[in-house]
């Protein structure tokens, strides 16, 4: 394979990554406040 079609694969490698990594970010974060602040019961 050329070397533009390695560069091309590592960045969206790195890309996808990068998106998983702030989903799953936004997932711990909305468990942890939902474990601290609990919803109040009406």
Known sequence: MSSDMIQAF?????GMGGDF?????IYVVSKLM????PPKKA
Do not use: D, P, R
Not at 10 to 14: C, F, G, S
Not at 21 to 25: E, S
């Open 21 to 25: 990594f702030v989903l799953f970010v």
């Open 34 to 37: 939902l474990k601290l602040l």
């Open 10 to 14: 590592e960045l969206m490698a790195l």
